[in-house]
């Protein structure tokens, strides 16, 4: 299906739009900057101006294309699919890799994707929520609203910040954070359960969600459901020295 763009909207040189997009009024999306199919981006949205770093180029992307050097046009934005972007939300573009943003996420109004951040798959980042620059927001992750992230913060898979909480270091796998600064108040059962876990098994769990112990030995996160037990896989993989 073609896009649905709004003749008010601004869509640089060196963008790539795939199918069945919908972008409304006075949104401006500038290059280098990839984006998918299905997605939702309502009016004022501005995608893929500069990171906001005082030593980096600001080009006028709307007026010419990138020029192909990162160091002037910044390393691009990617967006998959199926994504709905609300009014006012802004993606900068990354300094030193692609900002970008996975499949079927929830974007409320007037939050901010910083430079650089990782965003993954499913997730849902209400009004006014704040990223620093380098952030990586796991896949299924939900940001309250008027969170404010810190720099290179890492939020884990199912995790839940508290609205108006102040994150300043890693917020584990399907855990809740709260307060400023945000600290660790809990695991979040509903999650979990809507994943298809039932009590026991979240209760085996539970030490290694709360960072107290490594993942049970008998096997338990090989018998989780598919795509969950991908992610808790991942994530006790992951370089602890990401954030």
């Known amino acids: 299906m073609v896009n649905r763009i709004h003749p008010t909207a601004v869509i640089g040189e060196g963008v ?4 069945d997009n919908v972008i409304g009024p006075f949104t401006v999306i500038v290059g280098p900057t990839r984006i998918g199919d299905g997605n939702w981006i309502g009016p004022h949205v501005t ?71 990782i965003v993954e798959d499913a997730v849902t980042v209400a009004s006014n929520v704040i990223t620093g620059g380098h952030c990586h927001i796991w896949s299924g992750a939900n940001l ?55 009590e026991a098994a979240i209760e085996a769990l539970g030490p290694w969600l709360k960072g107290k112990a490594g993942l049970p030995e008998d096997g338990l996160a090989d018998r989780l459901p598919g795509d969950l037990s991908t992610l808790v896989k991942a994530w006790d993989a992951r370089p602890r020295d990401d954030h």
């Open 16 to 19: 790539e739009l795939g199918a």
């Open 144 to 198: 309250g609203m008027g969170a404010i992230l810190h720099q290179r913060v890492v939020v884990g898979p199912g995790a839940m910040v508290g609205m108006s909480s102040a994150v300043r270091k890693e917020v584990g796998a399907f855990t809740i954070a709260v307060g400023n600064p945000a600290r660790v108040t809990g695991v979040n059962t509903v999650g979990l359960s809507r994943r298809g876990l039932d």
């Open 47 to 117: 995608i893929g101006t500069p990171g906001e770093d005082r030593g980096r180029e600001h080009p006028a992307a709307w007026e010419a294309a990138p020029d192909g050097d990162p160091d002037h046009d910044g390393h691009g934005v990617v967006i998959g699919s199926r994504n709905r972007i609300r009014e006012y939300v802004s993606v900068h573009q990354g300094t030193w890799r692609t900002t970008s943003i996975g499949d079927g996420g929830y974007f409320l109004r007037g939050s901010h994707i910083a430079h650089d951040c």
